[in-house]
């Protein structure tokens, strides 16, 4: 195994972890009740939020 | 801690990336930069698996006590989460209470002030055929024109023969448009249903009581209404000679010489129009007047001379001829098809530089009338003290509209939009949750207010977030 390689993994990994993590987090917090409320109706649930976030940083930044 | 929803995007995009070689790596002493170093560990060489190479930073600490160490991370980003949407939360507010009603009314008044659908002058000009009703070519029409060839010096049309009390008797037109010859008066009632009611009245109150009748003044005066006007006219005055009103400013026989005045200058209008029908016919004349913006045309010539193969008759023809001044217009086919080509080539070149230098106005308009508006919007909101410093907006102002695109009407919302956001709102972030709250209705207009809203605060936060991460080639 390419240990580089493996190290590169790791290192992005714990970057964009961060991210997602804290911006899911501000948009909990923006959005307020009307997140919660998505979340009720399923429209919006946690996984999808992650994904809507990482699918815009990953076109944004051209990953 | 990370929820598994975040380690399984994390860890797929860590892998996609990592396998072309690229490194993302958070901006240097960002917030986010001290986030990562508390939760990311110098990789332990005993692993091997990319897949537990993925997670592995979440297990470790390089604070010793692992709990210690995940209560920092937890507490930092809940804490940077926090301070982050307290900003986001102030900009969207500002975004939607503030900028968003500003452009709003910006845009409208400036919709008010400029029209981009320009009426360009060369769209007023146009052909228009006069086609003489059947009537015409009757023997009736035929004979009533030679029979006033000579009525041109009938005295003046009285005013006052027929009174309003008394037009009511006399204003049943299918009625009175009778001649006693059923032939013609199928003819004559086929004419006045192409007339509304109106209209009728109108002509009726004109010449019967207002004594307005025009005499033909040679070929410019034969519009279409108005060369039928003249067979109703004759009709209905010889039809009143039968008649007497109750109500007159004329005694019964000023009425009838009145009338007869009518019948004669009507009579010879008709003879007139028929001698111009005729030279129209043995002279192949098609432009009957170059009346401004109208050109008035024989029907039949015209329709016959566009349909003459290979000639390029067409009605540019005609409307370049419409540029020339006084008797170097041409009347005939014959002269228009000679210089067919050439007038349409000045015509074409007419429309060009006319509607260019008519949109170039409108753009120097637009420009000016913008910066108006705005400025306006900046004195209103300095005395308001929402406007720190009055010269930096004016410089932003003047920037702006130096850089606005020449043809910025067609399409003036994004442009209005970022000189707005970049007067009021500098050193904000507003615009880019505005932009963001755009891009998403673009995308889908079905989305309602709420949605486009939560969708912007998504772009918003994450786009701001993408500016704290550098790309980079195999670096670490």
Known sequence: M??????LIEHNTAVVANVLNVVTLAIGQVAGKQVQRKLDEETVSDEALTSLVAARLKNTLKL | MFNPSVLAEAQALATSTAERGIAINSVQESFLD?????????????????DEAGTRFERSSSYGDPELACATHTAFTDESALAVAEIASRNILVARTDALPLIGQVMEQFEQIINPDIPYAYRKRSVVPVAFHPLWSS?????????????????QVPAGLILSADEEQFTNFLELTKTGLPAVDAQLANLLSGYEDEDLRRLFKDVFSGGHLQVVRGPYSLTEGWVNDQILIHVWARALADKSPSKSSHNLASYRTGLATIV??????????????????????IVLAYAGDTIHVHSDIYTEWLKQEGAGNCPEVVLGASLLTGQLR????????????????????YVSVSSRTEQE????????????????????????????????????????????KTNFIKDPYEPIRDIILDVFYAGTEV???VM???????????????????????NYLTDWAACLLVKKSGQL
């Open chain 2, 361 to 404: 106005n409108l753009n120097a308009q637009a420009r000016i009338e913008l910066f108006r508006l705005i400025r306006t919007h900046v004195d209103k909101r300095l005395a308001e003290g929402l406007v720190p410093v009055y010269e930096d907006a004016m410089a932003v102002l003047n920037d702006s509209i130096e850089r606005l």
């Open chain 2, 436 to 458: 963001a709250m755009d891009e998403i209705e673009e995308d889908d207009d079905d989305l309602e207010e709420e949605e486009i809203a939560f969708l912007a605060v998504v």
């Open chain 2, 431 to 433: 615009k880019m949750f």
């Open chain 2, 34 to 50: 001290n986030l990562v170093n508390l939760s990311h560990n110098s990789l332990d060489t005993q692993v091997t698996s990319m």
């Open chain 2, 264 to 285: 004669e200058r009507s009579g010879n209008n008709i003879w007139h129009i028929n001698k111009i029908r005729s030279n129209c016919a043995e002279g192949g004349v």
């Open chain 1, 2 to 7: 390419d240990v580089n390689k493996i190290r």
């Open chain 2, 139 to 155: 023997e009736y029409v035929l004979g009533v024109g030679d029979t006033y060839a000579d009525g041109g010096d009938a005295g």
């Open chain 2, 330 to 349: 041409p009347a005939t086919g014959a002269e228009l098809t000679a210089s067919g080509e050439a007038l349409v080539g000045k015509w074409n070149d």
